[in-house]
Structures are given as C-alpha cells and as structure tokens.
C-alpha cells in the first residue's frame, strides 16, 4: 500500500539518508537523475524503497558525486539551508555511528519520521533523522519579484 507523500509533508523538516553505490552512475539511476541538462527523471527507485507514493522530486536533493566516501559535516555543508541543520544531522549521524557516507540525499517539506514505519535502512541508503530547517520558501509558494533594478518599458520587459 505504501505511504502518501501528503500525509507526511511538513513545511520546514528535512529527511535525511545517507548511502553507498558502486558507482555514481549507479546513483544518478536510483535517485532519477538525468545525462541531459532539462530532463527530469521520477525517482522510482528511491520512492519504491521507501515505499512512498506522490514523491515530489523538486523537494528532492541528491549529493553522490565521488565515490570515495567524506565525512557528514562535508556532504551535508553544500545542502540547500545546511546551516540550520549541520550540527544537529552530524550528531544524530555521530550517534548512530555514522561518520561518513558517499552521498546524501535530502527530501525537503518531508517528515519521514513522522510515517508508520520508518525503515532505517531502505535499499542502499540509511537514514539519518528528520531535522527542522531555516531559509527556504518553495518556489510554488511565492509570487514572482520584479528586479528593482529593472524598468521595464515594453510588454518583452515581463517576460519572467
């Protein structure tokens, strides 16, 4: 049966996994990441071992891009709003006695914990906890933000 993506959404939590492939071509397949720029690819895989239906794959950030493994606070710096998080996913990782990982993958708006029954481990991937997170604003959520730089003059000056 699964679980619905909509019953566990939650603004501001972040789930987080971390995981190991044979290669990162390996990962870019599991994880529905495309060989061409403006292709987009539904992560199947992920969802199924998950057992997660509606994913939204916009809410979804993939770092598996070497293969040797890095510590977390290293995979983790370059995540989207990582500052408000850092800390507290590498203690949660540091507890469970995770120090380092190939990649890491982050579902924003996502509250993993909060399902029936979260599996710790789901196909290659382990996950790391469900964290709050500062800074971010879905971008359906927010109207569009002229330039004040820009004056436009002509209907070609609207174009977004």
């Given at each position: 049966m699964g679980i619905e993506w909509?019953?566990?959404?939650?603004d501001g939590s972040v789930s987080i996994w971390v995981g190991e492939f044979p290669s990162v071509d390996?990962?870019?397949?599991y994880f529905g990441i495309p060989d061409e720029v403006g292709v987009y690819l539904p992560p199947d895989a992920?969802?199924?071992d998950l057992d997660l239906n509606g994913l939204r794959s916009e809410n979804l950030e993939v770092h598996f891009e070497q293969l040797n493994a890095r510590p977390l606070s290293e995979l983790l710096k370059d995540a989207t709003c990582s500052a408000s998080f850092l800390a507290e996913a590498v203690e949660s990782g540091n507890e469970q006695g995770i120090h380092?990982?190939?990649g890491v993958a982050l579902l924003y708006d996502f509250d993993y914990e909060a399902s029936p029954n979260p599996r710790r481990t789901a196909g290659?991937?382990?996950f790391l906890g469900t964290f709050q997170f500062f800074g971010f604003l879905p971008q359906q959520d927010r109207p569009p933000v002229q330039d004040p730089r820009i004056k436009p003059v002509?209907?070609?000056d609207y174009i977004l």
């Open positions: 909509h019953d566990f959404q939650k390996a990962a870019e397949v992920f969802a199924a380092e990982a190939q290659p991937l382990t002509g209907p070609q």
